[in-house]
């Protein structure tokens, strides 16, 4: 399972979580805003590329980010808005 981030993110974007992903699974990541003008607000994890190591979760200071299968009921909406990011990107 999949690391999710959450609408406690949006607007927040501190991008700790996208220094510690060992897989590069957390977009988009400062570089890709800088380069491309992101209008995101909120930062999304590939469950493609998610190992689910946590190091994203402990770190987040939004607490912002969930493993799919700890996600509160009423966020698990999120896991389908990460996947649609990375389907649309």
């Known amino acids: 399972m999949a690391h999710v981030v959450t609408e406690k993110c949006s607007g927040a974007c501190d991008f700790e ?3 510690v992903c060992q897989n590069d699974a957390i977009h988009p990541t400062k570089e890709e805003i800088r380069n491309f003008g992101s209008e995101n607000k909120q930062l999304y994890i590939n469950p493609e590329k998610c ?3 946590g190091a994203c979760e402990a770190i ?3 607490d912002a ?3 799919e299968e700890e996600l509160p009921t009423k966020m ?3 896991a389908q808005i990460n996947r ?4 649309e990107n």
Not at 84 to 87: A, G, K, R, S, V
């Open 51 to 53: 190992d689910s190591c």
């Open 17 to 19: 979580c996208t220094d």
């Open 76 to 78: 698990t909406k999120c």
């Open 60 to 62: 987040c200071p939004n």
């Open 84 to 87: 649609e990011y990375f389907e």
């Open 65 to 67: 980010i969930y493993d």
